[in-house]
């Protein structure tokens, strides 16, 4: 994965906030969804946002990853956390990162939501519990 300071950008509004999560866990969570906005979404910039200013609050910390890329249709943003859904050619991923992203931030008792409109890109936002 081509990932340069050219591509992605990091902001990062609150840095007091510790996420209350496993490390590991987080890593792979931004690892998937960063990975799918780069390779699969074919974005030529990627934004990352921590702890997103629009809902800050002491018990948990907001990540937005924002993408430039096609979008997503609405029959592919309904299938796009299945395990083993892809909608790349066949041989280009396994269809597993965006659904264990997802049951990894739930297992950490948060959440991950995409919203996507097609032309426009895609926003993926993740809430994890945080303490202060």
Known sequence: MDLDGERITVSVAD??????????HVRDILDAVIRNAVEAGGADSVHVQINSLS???DETVR?????DGPGMSRSVLARALDPFFSHRPAGRGRGLGLSR???????????????????????V???LPARP
């Open 55 to 57: 809902r800050q609050s």
């Open 125 to 127: 936002t993740i809430e």
């Open 15 to 24: 840095s007091d906030t510790t996420i209350f999560a496993d490390p590991i």
């Open 101 to 123: 992203a997802y049951r990894l931030a739930e297992i950490n008792h948060g959440r991950l939501r995409i919203d996507s409109v097609p032309d426009h890109g895609t926003k």
């Open 63 to 67: 990540i937005v990853v924002e993408d």
